[in-house]
Nanobody, 124 residues
Framework: QLQLVESGGGLVQPGGSLRLSCAASGFTSDYYRVGWFRQAPGKEREGVSCISSGGGTINYADSVKGRFTISTDNAKNTVYLQMNSLKPEDTAVYYC?????????????????WGQGTQVTVSS
């Protein structure tokens, strides 16, 4: 059973940075696509970024392009989301998700495994 555990969330001032981690057990990134999603209070879950199995394709939501970077460390079975120039509207619970598929997609229905989420709050 694949398990995902997120960490790295917290409170940060506008303009600050955070790095989220998604540690996976029973997982090899060569066979799974991974996505980062977020859900703010009263809003639907939205895709933030994804990386295809093997890392050949990466996508970002328009709202985070140029500010967020997804990356993997295969030796640690961990996927990261580096978030820079954070804005109050980035406040949400962030989730990582995985699926044993190749293509990088940002539809939550396309992922089978989910972490428990980590809270990111951007506020002065």
């Amino acid at each position: 059973q694949l398990q995902l555990v997120e960490s790295g969330g917290g409170l940060v001032q506008p303009g600050g940075s955070l790095r989220l981690s998604c540690a996976a057990s029973g997982f090899t990134s060569d066979y799974y696509r991974v996505g980062w999603f977020r859900q703010a209070p009263g809003k639907e879950r939205e895709g933030v970024s994804c990386i295809s199995s093997g890392g050949g394709t990466i996508n970002y939501a328009d709202s985070v392009k140029g500010r967020f970077t997804i990356s993997t460390d295969n030796a640690k079975n961990t996927v990261y989301l580096q978030m820079n120039s954070l804005k109050p509207e980035d406040t949400a619970v962030y989730y990582c998700a995985a699926a044993r598929r190749n293509l990088c997609v940002m539809s939550s229905s396309s992922y089978e495994y989910w972490g428990q989420g980590t809270q990111v709050t951007v506020s002065s």
